[in-house]
């Protein structure tokens, strides 16, 4: 597997298609929970830089990702997955 970095994005490659980290399946368990953005943070104990960088695909720290998940009591899967990425062509 290789990795690429694009505007801070990891790109994992996998054959010949690029992949991209999605936190869609965190934003919608937020709303699952009846929570908001500002609840994760306050609840998981994290801080509005890393819930933008959530909202973007970025990178964060793996710890922000074990709070997350300690505080949503889940997965990590449950939170982020790869996908295909449609922006390397």
Do not use: H
């Not at 790109?11 to 690029?18: M, P």
């Not at 609840?39 to 830089?49: E, N, Y």
């Not at 300690?70 to 295909?84: K, N």
């Amino acid at each position: 597997m290789i990795y690429l970095y694009k505007l801070g994005t990891p790109l994992f490659w996998r054959g010949d298609c690029a992949m991209a980290i999605s936190y869609k399946k965190l934003w919608k368990l937020l709303i699952d929970k009846d929570m908001k953005k500002k609840d994760l943070q306050r609840v998981a104990g994290i801080s509005s830089a890393s819930i933008t960088k959530l909202g973007k695909n970025e990178n964060v720290n793996t710890e922000i990702l074990q709070k997350i998940c300690t505080a949503l009591e889940c997965d990590i899967s449950d939170i982020m997955e790869l996908v295909l990425d449609d922006k390397t062509n």
